[in-house]
T-cell receptor, first 116, second 111 residues
Framework: GAVVSQHPSRVICKSGTSVKIECRSL??????MFWYRQFPKQSLMLMAT?????????EQGVEKDKFLINHASLTLSTLTVTSAHPEDSSFYIC????????????FGPGTRLLVL | RKEVEQDPGPFNVPEGATVAFNCTYS??????FFWYRQDCRKEPKLLMS???SGNEDGRFTAQLNRASQYISLLIRDSKLSDSATYLC????????????FGKGTHLIIQP
């Protein structure tokens, strides 16, 4: 299947700092990427849809000014958690949409964020 | 509210047995259906798509009932390596992107 990478794989930061997470499609171009968040023992929750060259679409309840998304190229989307707080600690996973036969999504390995 | 409901389990099953999971979804506009597998502290990985006519991939069989908004996964001759959380996933439909995930069913295969 398609390969999606994420960087960093884990990050620990102090409250109030900003953290940038990168999501890359390695062997294909992705016009659409998605950002999800997963709290312990919970399902993945879609945060936003990242579209190359246009503004991201955020799900209800997700603050667009806190979670900045930039999809500047066909292989890279970034999520910046601004002024992170302990409650932002979570597993952040990106995915890229692949249109080949049945549309599906392939996920990056995720980023574990711990805000102290 | 668009939801996907699954029995969280855990399902404790002896190696070699057959096990079945079900899920229901509330969004009638959903058009694409999937089963993903997620191992502990890892990202979800696509196990198989689910087609209206039902489909099989080796030991795994998936079925869809659109009228009842119900999806199933059957695993035959279960292996120890099948131990994982199985996520029922549907697209949001109605022109919206993104996937809606169930909370997953935890499967433990016992030797």
């Amino acid at each position: 299947g398609a390969v999606v990478s994420q960087h960093p794989s884990r990050v620990i930061c102090k409250s109030g700092t900003s953290v940038k997470i990168e999501c890359r499609s390695l062997d294909f171009q992705a016009t659409t990427m998605f950002w999800y968040r997963q709290f312990p023992k919970q399902s993945l929750m879609l945060m936003a849809t990242s579209n190359e060259g246009s503004k991201a679409t955020y799900e209800q309840g997700v603050e667009k000014d806190k979670f900045l998304i930039n999809h500047a190229s066909l292989t890279l989307s970034t999520l910046t958690v601004t002024s992170a707080h302990p409650e932002d600690s979570s597993f952040y996973i990106c995915s890229a949409r692949v249109l080949a036969g049945v549309e599906t999504q392939y996920f990056g390995p995720g980023t574990r964020l711990l805000v102290l | 509210r668009k939801e996907v409901e699954q029995d969280p389990g855990p399902f404790n099953v002896p190696e070699g047995a057959t096990v079945a999971f079900n899920c229901t979804y509330s969004n009638s506009a959903s058009q694409s259906f999937f089963w993903y597998r997620q191992d502990c502290r890892k990202e979800p990985k696509l196990l198989m798509s689910v087609y209206s006519s039902g489909n099989e991939d080796g030991r795994f069989t998936a079925q869809l009932n659109r009228a009842s908004q119900y999806i199933s996964l059957l695993i035959r001759d279960s292996k120890l390596s099948d131990s994982a959380t199985y996520l029922c996933v549907v697209n949001q439909g109605g022109g919206a992107d993104g996937l809606t995930f169930g909370k997953g069913t935890h499967l433990i295969i016992q030797p």
